[in-house]
């Protein structure tokens, strides 16, 4: 695709998706746009929270009653015990941590329920935000990497969402209710218990602050490595034809060496806080049994405060090691929400929906360029000055070294790409003022680069286009040269293209060809459209072409310029220029430029 190659250049591979020495954006900024993100789901959210720390209040209770049945039992241990209270405060436990149990399952149902919709408009959001960015955008970001901020970033958000949110505010809860409990039986106890604990806080506070420059780094490594993969998987028989497989890996392992030591590090200090606060947690404990054993001895508290205490001390520095593990996954969360938010920040296309539309039926197909003016970059201008009429029912050819933007007059007229200079008109309409769509409709298009999906055969040749018949598609493909062939796969038209399927570069353009046929557009482009057939195969798609551009006005882009002898205009291209123009027989009488591109075909030095 001769004009595309020099912004191609720019790309830089799946490394230049990310500057991985950028600095981190803060904590605060990306949780703040998820939250005002999840407005319209913040009534089901809250209610679930409040579920969660109503069945938090429930288990804080529990060791209450349980102290009251231990001081029941060693007061009657010296005479009778009174089973009735002992029963009536089991039943009442029982009842209580039923009720838990079922507010704990409305709330995780409900937490479910809403995550599974935040991910599928996330995912959504995102697909639509893909189809509205400026196709400048993929020139400078890897396909692996967008593609990995659509699946592994809202999957991280989902995740913290699903098991991190409720957990971290139902610790919270916890933690003041046990707090609270403890104050209420014993203030020296207690006192005990937080400054153990205090430090093991303080301990988790200075890991949080380093952990989060290395879970960004593990979110943009990891939209490194998808971009490889997706590049060299896209690529491997280039690849293979150039022994490129040690590179290939060398770059992988440079790559997979990053993620594994951002993975690493950002692991290894989310995974000491559990270790670290279960330490502090048992120094905690110990501290609590030995000054509760002093003060039992002078009758200050009796065996069911130790009981409850003991228990309380648990609950008390466990929301602690929760805290913490949320903390982590939060800072996980908000890695991934920066590299969302900044996709869908990214600028898109001018709305052009208030633009006009022109009736597909009733364009003839007069074309004009008048002083085009564009470059994929300020910096680097690649269409200066270009001037054409063309004809309704014309066939161009358009030729020109690779570089001379051939495909970049292609893209323009396409309106991929919004023009620096100048104007592009169809029967003297600008087509700044039709809609993109509008535009695609009016021109079908075969490219250098076969696209087919998996799919039958059918639906790759009708693709996107209603109401068209068996017979249509036939004949479509008898047109192309490809009928027989299909009929001798196993199912026809019906057989299934996967990657499995052993078709030929010649054989999917021919593919493609009948799909243009099928658009029945009344302006067509072929971008190298026979690059990839045989010569013999050629000659039988020529005749085809021939029967394709009658009646339409038809832009060829073509290396081999014996292909487009019979084009009623050829342009020829020079950096972004025409230097020449006329019929085939012409420009060879001029013995300029194009003559030596044709006569260089034959040229056996």
Same mark, same amino acid.
């Given at each position: ?18 500057? &991985? ?38 288990? &804080? ?8 049945? %231990? =001081? ?9 015990? =009174? ?102 039986? #014993? ?55 150039? !022994? ?10 440079? /790559? ?45 508290? %009796? ?13 008390? %520095? ?36 208030? #633009? ?28 200066? !000055? ?77 693709? #996107? ?54 658009? !029945? ?8 459209? %026979?690059?990839?057939? =045989? ?34 205009? /050829? ?27 044709? !006569? ?6």
């Amino acid at each position: 695709m001769g004009g595309n190659n020099s912004r191609r250049g720019n790309r830089g591979g799946p490394m230049g998706a990310h500057n &991985i020495g950028d600095k981190p954006e803060n904590l605060g900024r990306p949780l703040g746009q998820l939250v005002r993100y999840l407005k319209r789901y913040l009534p089901a959210i809250i209610a679930a929270v409040l579920m969660a720390a109503a069945g938090t209040v429930i288990r &804080i209770i529990g060791p209450n009653k349980l102290r009251e049945i %231990t =001081d029941i039992v060693v007061e009657g241990m010296a005479g009778k015990i =009174d089973t009735d209270a002992v029963t009536g405060i089991g039943l009442m436990l029982v009842t209580l941590y039923a009720a838990g149990f079922v507010l704990n399952y409305v709330q995780g149902f409900i937490m479910n329920t809403v995550t599974q919709k935040i991910g599928f408009r996330m995912r959504s959001e995102a697909s639509g935000k893909i189809n509205r960015l400026p196709l400048k955008y993929f020139d400078s970001n890897s396909f692996g990497d967008v593609m990995s901020r659509v699946t592994n970033d809202v999957d991280a958000i989902l995740q913290t969402l699903t098991h991190g949110l409720v957990q971290v505010l139902a610790a919270v809860t916890m933690f003041i209710g046990s707090l609270i409990m403890m104050f209420s039986i #014993n203030v020296t106890m207690t006192l005990s218990a937080v400054a153990a604990t205090a430090v093991g806080f303080a301990g988790m506070m200075l890991i949080m602050g380093k952990t989060q420059k290395y879970f960004k780094a593990q979110q943009d490594h990891l939209g490194e490595i998808n971009g490889h993969i997706e590049e060299i998987y896209s690529g491997h028989t280039a690849v293979k034809a150039y !022994n490129a497989e040690n590179s290939a890996k060398q770059t992988f392992r440079e /790559i997979n060496d990053k993620l594994k030591v951002s993975g690493l590090k950002s692991q290894f200090l989310s995974g000491i806080m559990m270790p670290l606060m279960m330490f502090i947690g048992n120094l905690g404990y110990v501290a609590v049994c030995v000054v509760g054993a002093a003060m039992t001895f002078d009758g200050k508290v %009796t065996i069911g405060d130790i009981v409850a205490f003991m228990i309380y001390i648990r609950l008390f %520095t466990q929301p602690l090691s929760t805290m913490a593990q949320t903390g982590v996954a939060l800072q996980s969360m908000a890695a991934a929400g920066e590299r969302i938010f900044k996709f869908m920040a990214e600028p898109e296309l001018p709305d052009d929906s208030s #633009n006009a539309s022109v009736p597909v039926d009733t364009v003839k197909g007069n074309v004009e360029f008048k002083n085009v003016r564009f470059g994929y970059t300020k910096e680097k201008i690649i269409i200066r !000055n270009f001037s054409a009429t063309v004809k309704a029912g014309q066939k161009i050819a358009i030729v020109g070294p690779t570089g001379a933007g051939k495909t970049t007059m292609v893209n323009l007229l396409m309106k991929f790409y919004d023009l620096d200079g100048g104007g592009i008109y169809i029967d003297g309409v600008p087509i700044s003022s039709l809609k993109r769509s509008n535009v695609s409709d009016l021109f079908c298009m075969v490219l250098q680069d076969t696209w087919l999906f998996e799919g039958t055969i059918k639906e790759n040749i009708i693709y #996107n286009k209603e109401g068209v018949t068996d017979k249509e598609v036939r004949d479509a493909c008898k047109t192309a040269g490809i009928d027989h062939f299909i009929k001798t796969l196993h199912c026809g038209y019906d057989t299934v293209l996967t990657d499995n399927d052993s078709l030929s570069a010649g054989q999917k353009q021919l593919l493609t060809i009948a799909r243009a046929m099928i658009e !029945n557009s009344p302006m067509l482009i072929l971008d190298e459209a %026979t690059s990839s057939i =045989d010569t013999r195969t050629e000659l039988l798609i020529q005749a085809a072409m021939d029967k394709l551009t009658v009646g339409r006005t038809s832009f060829i882009i073509a290396h081999r310029l014996s292909t487009i002898k019979n084009a009623d205009l /050829i342009l020829v291209m020079k950096d972004g220029d025409i230097i020449e123009n006329g019929t085939h027989t012409g420009l060879l009488e001029q013995d300029g430029f194009y003559a030596q591109l044709y !006569n260089s075909q034959f040229d056996s030095h």
